[in-house]
């Protein structure tokens, strides 16, 4: 089989731009294929998409390896490829120092809105632990008029739901407060914000069931790893949507998301959804722990802090292409990424490739649902020049994505470079930019 | 920290029998909680889900070993707890015999809706082949303008899109054709069904660009397996729904679920989303391929066969509990399980403790997808005596899943007990029964 230059297509008419530099019009694109049903195109497909393919001059067959000798046995629990072994999670702290250590979702080598439980994004301040789950306990105490204990086996046979939402870490984006564009990918700026499908318990019927004291206005969530990470979370969000979550897209936990059971918190500060979940004490005040007093507290260019910020805010960034990605030629592209709010669901995403000069609305994938990935995509021609790439976001409670002059004026960003990788600050949702350039090499740059 | 013997509890007035022997109205459950908000509860909903939680009488805190040491480092592609490591796919012919191989999924040990890759079933007819891809090719040529071949790299650039959806070996539920039910559990029973999000392009977008030649009515797709899979797919499934699925739940696909590239049909049946695609030829008729006039061919009593028979049926199985579970104590328990239909969104899910006298419906987990699982739950109180366990599903369609006299009316049932896992015969949709004995154990009955 050879492949043959390419030939020439024309632009068709019904291809519109929407925005400069070569934003398309995607919804005229999706509405063509009930027309052509059955019929010859007049006017293909492939003069807006077509600039991949290529025409085929010879036999269609050739007859590789595999496909002249019997495959693998399957395997009881299968994993990727073996040419996909580069589309891991970056790890810090491989040794195992006595500190924090995370990884990192690579969202530029994935697509949709399911993160597989595999590249699910972690951060541990006491390593993995290795829990025996038929000897954990959840025990529900303090302002309650019967404290409770509950093993796994008793928490199955509680009434279930199930629900997608994403989970991201107060201090993704950090890299972001640098004063110079860090110039790392995707993964290294945002890879620690993941979406999973969860299953478990209401905490709301754990609750019912305990009878909550009035004077309960909080409850302590507390982890069995060794540094007993504990947050304050406020007592409404149990009535709201707040979850024990034991399964993670459909199997059990795995080990560093909390393996047997977390609390699940849709759309609050990542650390807040606390792991290896052993003890929910009802109180009147938050316990002021070091994770809410000191790690995931906000300073303000005016010096002070926010503390208890929940929400993680409205936010997008384009994952394809992103950083470390080089566009051999020009023509025809999808730009597409993913958007998120704790406050609800994603209501619009515009795109644009001149530096925000203009922008195209973003088609974005349904089901869109409520404080959870919410994938975009937008045709792009690529003319061979200098592009700037942004996306930015709004959610259905009114909330838009803060540019990046809106975002330092609020939050204001570090004086020195700080190494690639460094939780500087936390919370940022600010728009994210990526340059493109006459040779088609993508740069995290700021515009 | 030890526990207390049970308190007694007395059931909440709130809680109404929706049908016979214990069946109880999960929507009165699921509306107490904002009534409760931050009150004590008069009612506790203990007096409904309680059965299960301990009275907590001494000091709630415990130490166990992984809480007192720093735990383990981060894995880049982390998989399950060691706890849970018979949560696997049991796998036919695991001695690579030069035949047919298969691995299903663990359902009654899984929750929610997506299934996670690892545990997603698979059938193979000549092992799983290592595809490089790098060197795949898919080439779409016959009855079209411009015969077209594109590389990974190419459809890459392509727009994409993201959806969830079932697959389903026409295969599924065989046993059940058995004149007596297999003492078999759910995963040998209908273990041959996943669900997942793939992401990928629409086969419409690249017919489009080859230009369709009218006199073309199906399309014939091939594997680069070394059997070459071949199946003939109407054309009307491109312009609907087909997609040429390059990611799932996120990640490229697993190697034995068609690596790099598969066709994705959805509602289809599951061998006629060929895998490892590498060819589409456009045609007037189709090619009658050894699986499509042989292997997925449905026999009927009259001696007649079904072909191309595409659609997988409205179908639904309990999950928990099922075949293997002993109730350790009468009392309250979630019913749970999965409905599907090739033919769209399921409508509604029945249950019946009482093999089929009485029925309550169940609660169906948000969202209802198309073509995907849908998850459905209801509260069930065991009495400690005989129950049978039914779930019954309807579709949007208007299909109702056929009782165990409907379908063997109209298809059959063998005249012998097969082996169990034997493929007997396709397309099996009917009730399912779950027979609960007064030692609380848990078998498959027909009702």
């Not at 979940?277 to 926010?306: D, N």
């Not at 503390?307 to 051999?328: A, D, H, W």
Request: proline share 7%; net charge positive.
């Amino acid at each position: 089989m050879s492949i043959s230059n390419r030939s020439r297509r024309t632009e068709s008419s019904h291809v519109e731009a929407v925005a400069g530099n070569g934003l398309l019009n995607r919804r005229a694109l999706l509405g063509r294929g009930a027309v052509l049903a059955g019929a010859v195109s007049a006017a293909p497909l492939g003069a807006l998409t077509g600039a991949a393919a290529e025409l085929l001059t010879e036999a269609p067959l050739t007859e590789a390896p595999w496909s002249l000798e019997p495959g693998a046995v399957i395997e009881p629990y299968q994993r990727p490829s073996r040419y996909e072994k580069d589309v891991v999670r970056t790890v810090s702290n491989p040794s195992g120092q006595p500190t924090a250590a995370g990884a990192r979702t690579p969202h530029h080598l994935v697509n949709g809105t399911i993160t597989p439980n595999g590249l699910h994004f972690v951060v541990v301040y006491g390593g993995v632990p290795d829990i025996d789950p038929g000897k954990h306990r959840l025990v529900i105490h303090g302002l309650v008029k019967r404290p409770l204990v509950f093993t796994l086996e008793a928490l199955a046979r509680y009434p279930m739901m199930t629900r997608v939402t994403f989970l991201e870490c107060g201090g993704n984006g950090a890299p972001l407060f640098s004063p110079q564009p860090l110039q790392a990918n995707l993964q290294a700026l945002h890879g620690l914000a993941s979406c999973a499908e969860w299953t478990g318990v209401k905490l709301s019927t754990l609750f019912d069931e305990a009878g909550i004291d009035p004077k309960a206005k909080w409850f302590i969530a507390e982890g069995a790893d060794a540094p007993h990470l504990t947050r304050s979370v406020p007592l409404k969000k149990a009535w709201d949507d707040a979850l024990i979550a034991l399964y993670q897209n459909g199997e059990r936990l795995m080990p560093a998301n909390g393996y047997p059971m977390r609390l699940l918190l849709p759309g609050y500060e990542g650390n807040m959804n606390v792991k290896y979940l052993r003890r929910i004490k009802l109180v009147e005040e938050p316990a002021m722990s070091f994770w809410e007093s000191k790690v995931y507290t906000q300073i303000l260019p005016s010096g002070k802090a926010y503390q208890f910020y929940l929400l993680q805010e409205v936010k997008s960034f384009i994952t394809q292409p992103s950083p470390g990605v080089t566009l051999k030629e020009p023509g025809l592209y999808e730009i597409s990424g993913i958007a998120y709010s704790g406050a609800g669901r994603i209501s619009k995403v515009m795109v644009s490739a001149d530096g925000g000069q203009s922008w195209g609305e973003a088609v974005l994938q349904e089901p869109v649902l409520s404080k959870a990935f919410t994938r975009f995509r937008m045709p792009w021609r690529w003319s061979g020049g200098a592009a700037i790439l942004q996306s930015r976001a709004w959610d259905k409670a009114g909330n838009a994505q803060p540019t990046r002059a809106q975002f330092v004026a609020q939050r204001g960003e570090l004086k020195a470079v700080p190494p690639v990788g460094a939780v500087l600050n936390q919370h940022c949702n600010v728009v994210t930019s990526w340059g493109v350039d006459s040779a088609g090499e993508v740069k995290h740059v700021y515009a």
